[in-house]
């Protein structure tokens, strides 16, 4: 029980008085169906009468609402909203595209209860592709201005959602249990976005044998000092020196989210990347940014050739067998000199 801070007229008491709200459970009907919630009424604090008031009774509509709408798996006016402004539309041009009646929208997104068909489409609307098909076939309905704007707002969504996806299954591939050939630390896609992004604007050509080396050696003097790697990689003991996991393919995921870009040297018929996106984007804490600007500036005049030769030096890919895993248990002896 608590006042409300206004007062309401009591017909008993013929005279407005002060009234405090009571919590209790009551039966509405939604649909022809009895629905039971915890409501929330008014009472005179003079006579102990109930009172109307007409905003918990609305509040307390919407709960009975609210109810009935998650016990039968429908969507809730702001959830309806969302799909139909997600796509730009008028609640006109959206019943019209769907062949509703020009009011359903208007009439659902204000609190109707919708039917179950209806609740149905709009759920499969939530994936562009089915919005698409829709457009394909009742393109007739909006004028060419709309439909061209439409259509390429979905082909953005079905771009973006590619990009999701790729990136979901690329992360997955990387991931391992957080042990000592991960430094302790599950794989941060988030963490080895920013050293790239990073180190790509530190770099006049980055070419990725020296981000390899300059990754490996981040993450290791990291660890050295704190126990846990930035990254969470895997690093693998090749040729030309320490190489994290599906490189290739982590890379490629970040040229497509437009992160980076590689670019083809006509030197070397090698490729470096450049950073498309600037430092606002790297999401280091004090401490990492620290150990990867002293990486930066230690092997600023590091060319790919002579930064592979440094990391050979290194006990760590001595110790290794070729193509096996480097522990970071070696982190101890990196001493960057």
Request: proline fraction near 1%; include cysteine; aromatic fraction near 10%.
């Amino acid at each position: 029980m608590f006042i409300l801070k206004k007062e309401l007229f009591c017909h008993v008491c013929d005279d407005y008085k002060e009234v405090h709200i009571v919590r209790r459970n009551e039966v509405y009907s939604v649909k022809d169906e009895k629905v039971e919630i915890e409501a929330e009424v008014c009472i005179c604090e003079s006579c102990g009468e109930e009172l109307f008031d007409k905003e918990l009774d609305e509040l307390n509509i919407e709960r009975a609402l609210s109810v009935y709408r998650k016990k039968h798996g429908l969507l809730s006016p702001d959830e309806i909203k969302a799909i139909r402004e997600n796509y730009g539309l008028s609640q006109r041009a959206f019943s019209k595209l769907l062949k509703w009646g020009e009011i359903t929208m208007n009439r659902y997104e204000m609190g109707a209860i919708q039917d179950k068909a209806h609740n149905n489409t709009l759920i499969l609307l939530k994936n562009p592709q089915n919005m698409l098909n829709i457009l394909d076939n009742n393109a007739s309905v909006l004028s060419q201005a709309k439909e061209k704007q439409l259509r390429d707002k979905i082909n953005l969504m079905l771009s973006e959602n590619a990009v999701t996806e790729l990136e979901h299954n690329v992360v997955q591939s990387v991931k391992h249990r957080n042990d000592i050939y991960t430094g302790f630390k599950y794989f941060d896609f988030e963490k080895f976005r920013s050293l790239v992004i990073y180190f790509a604007i530190n770099e006049t050509k980055l070419f990725k044998t020296k981000l390899m080396k300059l990754l490996f050696y981040a993450d290791n003097l990291y660890f050295k000092d704190r126990t846990t790697s930035i990254t969470g990689m895997q690093y693998a003991r090749l040729p030309r020196g320490p190489v994290i996991e599906n490189r290739n393919l982590l890379l490629g995921l970040l040229e497509k989210q437009g992160i980076i870009s590689m670019i083809e040297d006509e030197e070397t018929n090698g490729e470096y990347i450049i950073a498309e996106v600037d430092s606002s984007e790297i999401y280091l804490d004090e401490d990492e940014i620290v150990v990867a600007k002293h990486i930066s500036d230690k092997f600023k005049s590091f060319n790919s050739s002579r930064i592979s030769e440094y990391s050979h030096k290194e006990r760590g890919w001595k110790e290794t067998g070729t193509g096996s895993l480097i522990s970071y248990e070696y982190a101890k002896y990196i001493t960057l000199e």
